[in-house]
């Protein structure tokens, strides 16, 4: 257990939905990350958000957005679903801001199906 | 564009042997490279690290070799257990970078 909880585990929505995934880093962690996994594709790095800022963007699509809340605790909203957002999302998180001084401890995911 | 490769999408490996799992990057920028590993239904977990200045890290049966002129880093797990089967990934980020680039994975199956 990485000490990172996701809610929910599985999503399954129709197109043109919108969809918010939780993540709750681990005690302590500052940043949390969120990675999509593809069919067949590595992680693709999403975005990272640091006591609250946003710190890093990745190849995050504009229909996509996230938060991290005071609790330290992040949602991504995820709107007006395509099929090809069908993926695995994962929420990681870290101590610092800087990913070659910390280890990132990633959640279980939450697999999003759309129909 | 993908900046970290990892070719070989399977292998198989009996138990008791070496498994090397390979790793290609592309950009010179990136000093620090990750070994994960990730069980069905589970995210990855972190396995080893090294650091850009180094060749070489060991943590127990786990040994990460980089070779930053060929831009190509390589996990070796000596002896391999069937509890070692899973998808590793290796990731890579600039010193500076705020997050992972990771290649695609390779499937680890160690047969009793």
């Known amino acids: 257990d990485s000490g990172v909880t996701q809610t929910p585990k599985h999503l399954i929505t129709a197109t043109g939905q919108r969809v918010t995934l939780r993540c709750s880093p681990r005690?302590?962690?500052?940043?949390v990350y969120w990675y999509q996994q593809s069919l067949d594709q590595g992680l693709q790095f999403l975005i990272q958000?640091?006591?609250?800022?946003?710190?890093a963007k990745g190849n995050i699509l504009e229909r996509f957005s996230a938060q991290q809340f005071p609790d330290l605790h992040s949602e991504l909203n995820l709107s007006s679903l395509e099929l090809g957002d069908s993926a695995l999302y994962f929420c990681?998180?870290?101590?610092?801001?800087?990913?070659?001084?910390?280890?990132?401890?990633f959640g279980p995911g939450t697999r999003l199906t759309v129909l | 564009d993908q900046q970290v490769k990892q070719n070989s999408p399977s292998l198989s490996v009996q138990e008791g042997r070496i498994s090397i799992l390979n790793c290609d990057y592309t950009?010179?920028?990136?000093?620090?490279f990750l070994w994960y590993k990730k069980y069905p239904a589970e995210g990855p977990t972190f396995l080893i690290s090294?650091?850009?200045?180094?060749d070489k890290n060991e943590d127990g049966r786990f040994t990460v070799f980089l070779n930053k002129s060929a831009k190509h880093l390589s996990l070796h797990i000596v002896p391999s257990q069937p509890g070692d089967s899973a998808v590793y990934f290796c990731?890579?980020?600039?010193?500076?970078?705020?997050?992972?680039?990771f290649g695609t994975g390779t499937s680890l199956t160690v047969i009793p």
């Open positions: 990681a998180s870290s101590v610092g801001l800087h990913s070659s001084t910390d280890t990132q401890y």
């Open positions: 005690s302590g962690d500052l940043s």
């Open positions: 958000y640091y006591n609250g800022e946003e710190r």
């Open positions: 950009n010179s920028m990136f000093d620090y």
């Open positions: 090294i650091s850009s200045i180094k």
């Open positions: 990731a890579a980020t600039p010193y500076t970078g705020n997050q992972f680039y």
